[in-house]
């Protein structure tokens, strides 16, 4: 099983990243997918979700309206537009793949917003 988020960099506020995750070893149609974040000295947050057809999704009231996460269930990716990024939106971002069976977790990437 893997999970590969890329995607990640340094902006500066205001501008806009997308990050994806690319699955693999199972079977992704199955699993709601979920972006978490976790800055330093804060604990993990959940950011967005999407259920596992697509048809559903959730956002943290703080990326409400900024962020949009989308799947393609064909390639077995999963990606979080980010618009009008923030400094406080400066996080490792956490791919999650999630079932009532389980779920798995990608490494992460680095996302840092500053001037």
């Known amino acids: 099983v893997q999970l590969v988020e890329s995607g990640g960099g340094l902006v500066q506020p205001g501008e806009s990243l997308t990050l994806s995750c690319a699955a693999s070893?199972?079977?992704?149609?199955?699993?709601?997918m979920r972006w978490h974040r976790q800055a330093p000295g804060k604990e993990r947050q959940l950011v967005a979700s999407?259920?596992?057809?697509?048809?559903?999704?959730n956002y943290a009231d703080s990326v409400k309206g900024r962020f949009t996460i989308s799947r393609d269930n064909a390639k077995n990716t999963v990606s979080l537009q980010m618009n009008s990024l923030k400094p406080e939106d400066t996080a490792v971002y956490y791919c999650?793949?999630?079932?009532?069976?389980?779920?798995?977790w990608g490494q992460g990437t680095q996302v840092t917003v500053s001037s």
């Open positions: 999650r793949a999630f079932s009532i069976r389980g779920g798995y």
């Open positions: 999407i259920s596992s057809r697509g048809g559903s999704t």
């Open positions: 070893g199972f079977t992704f149609s199955e699993y709601s």
